[in-house]
């Protein structure tokens, strides 16, 4: 089975502090991605990463970074967090070519007060 | 990517099958049907998906119509854990992103 990690269920933070979510995969997909769910805006995509030290952005960017220094391992940055990034982020992967199979974590909830 | 409708609630038995429709009328040729589901505040998992044949895993089963304009999962025996939102998807060859619409949330009764 394909195993999506994510390092933390739960998260609060201060406004202004910088917040790691780090995601770990082991099926050895080439493709790795950052989402966020928020009620009524349904998944939206941040970043994508297709290779190690490659990335692409999504559709909201803003406010994000990413690392991908090992093929299973992706992190998203908030360099500082506010409180609209208040939200359910989604680390997901898959193989190379477009259309496989995504698979998703279990997800990080961030609450930014 | 061609959009989806889909009912927004359905009901079931616990044991009983759970017949889950989903339009797709405007689905083009290299476009596959996904679906995922999401139990409350957990990330979406990954049930099935096809492109024109029937397809059946541990999990669920995919009937596409003929003309790909409709298909319908079904979860053989429903029971209480298969509660959650049932997100129907349609994907071509060349995505390498998702994007969920409002599902059906289904609700499995004892």
């Known amino acids: 089975d394909v195993k999506v990690t994510q390092s933390s269920r739960y998260l609060v933070k201060r406004t202004g502090e910088k917040v790691f979510l780090e995601c770990v995969q082991d099926?050895?997909?080439?493709?790795m991605f950052w989402y966020r769910q928020d009620p009524g805006l349904g998944l939206r995509l941040i970043y994508f990463s297709y290779d190690v030290k490659m990335k692409e952005k999504g559709d909201i960017p803003e406010g994000y970074s990413v690392s991908r220094e090992k093929k299973e391992r992706f992190s998203l940055i908030l360099e500082s967090a506010s409180t609209n990034q208040t939200s359910m982020y989604l680390c997901?992967?898959?193989?190379?070519?477009?259309?496989?199979?995504?698979?998703f974590g279990e997800g990080s909830w961030l609450t930014v007060v | 990517d061609a959009k989806t409708t889909q009912p927004t609630s359905m009901d079931c038995a616990e044991g009983r099958a759970a017949n889950l429709p989903c339009n797709h009328s405007?689905?083009?040729?290299?476009?596959?049907v996904y679906w995922y589901r999401q139990i409350h505040s957990q990330g979406p998992q990954y049930i099935i998906h096809?492109?024109?044949n029937n397809e059946t895993n541990e999990m669920a089963s995919l009937i596409i119509t003929e003309d790909r304009k409709s298909s319908t999962l079904i979860l053989p025996h429903a029971t209480l854990r298969d509660t959650a939102v049932y997100y129907c998807?349609?994907?071509?060859?060349?995505?390498?992103?998702?994007?969920f619409g409002a599902g059906t949330t289904v609700t499995v009764r004892a």
């Open positions: 096809g492109l024109k």
């Open positions: 997901a992967s898959s193989r190379h070519r477009a259309g496989n199979t995504i698979y």
């Open positions: 998807i349609v994907r071509g060859g060349n995505d390498y992103k998702l994007s």
């Open positions: 099926m050895d997909h080439e493709n």
């Open positions: 405007t689905i083009s040729g290299n476009e596959y």
